[in-house]
């Protein structure tokens, strides 16, 4: 079965600095995708980055990167330069290509303070 | 106009009443998706529906039924729900599950914030 751990319910960060958020998995495919969803107060989930298992390279995405340990199952998240708008609850979850499924992790929410 | 639209954003409801959620797409996907979300708990996947068919019952209590007309919209039909129903109900579309042109990414509306009293 897939399964998807964030083990920090919240953290915060300072404007323009670096937060990473952690995110582990476990899932006996090979064939599968990891993604980072933004959830902002009261607006919709929307897509940040997204990982293909097969891929070595680290997926970025302007100031979104992962780091993708494969044999660890961890996904983390790094935000650079942290913008007010980044404050939201970020949900890691992991697809597989095999059944469809979207699993997502317990989210982490996200406060950026100026 | 956003490509999922969720209605109604609100909802508050006797546990004897009967409701239903609306979900409609407009991004030309054939699959959709009933995602529950409760404070401090993963998103639990309910149904998902691909072409029409339900590919998928996450083990969904029987007051909750769930029905697909067509590919751009999906209904959630509520009745006789307990106050630990109470959740933000989100529907989700994609293009299809699996394959090739499916790339796990899910396309999500607002959601319906659900109060049963």
């Known amino acids: 079965a897939q399964t998807v751990t964030q083990s920090q319910p919240e953290m915060s960060v300072q404007e323009a600095e670096t937060v990473t958020l952690s995110c582990t998995y476990d899932t006996s495919e090979s064939n599968y995708y990891l993604f980072w969803y933004k959830q902002p107060p009261s607006r919709q989930m929307i897509l940040v980055i997204r990982q293909e298992a097969y891929k070595q390279q680290n997926a970025t995405e302007n100031r979104f990167s992962v780091n993708f340990q494969k044999a660890a199952k961890s996904f983390s998240l790094k935000i650079s330069d942290s913008q007010l708008g980044d404050t939201a609850m970020y949900f890691c979850a992991s697809h597989s290509g095999n059944t469809g499924k979207l699993i997502f992790g317990q989210g982490t929410t996200l406060q950026v303070k100026p | ?117």
């Not at chain 2, 909802?11 to 529950?36: D, F, I, P, R």
Request: glycine letters at 6%; aromatic letters at 10%.
């Open chain 2, 1 to 117: 106009e956003t490509g999922v639209t969720q209605t109604p954003r609100h909802l508050v409801m006797g546990m004897t009443n009967k409701k239903s959620l609306k979900c409609e797409q407009h991004l030309g996907h054939n699959a959709m998706y009933w995602y529950k979300q409760s404070a401090k708990k993963p998103l639990e996947l309910m149904f998902v529906y691909n072409f029409k068919e339900q590919t998928e019952n996450n083990s969904v209590p029987s007051r909750f039924s769930p029905e697909c007309p067509n590919s751009s919209h999906l209904f959630l039909h509520l009745h006789t729900l307990q106050p630990e129903d109470s959740a933000l109900y989100l529907c989700a579309s994609s293009q299809g599950t699996s394959g090739r042109a499916h790339t796990g990414e899910l396309f999500f509306g607002e959601g319906s914030r659900l109060t049963v009293l």
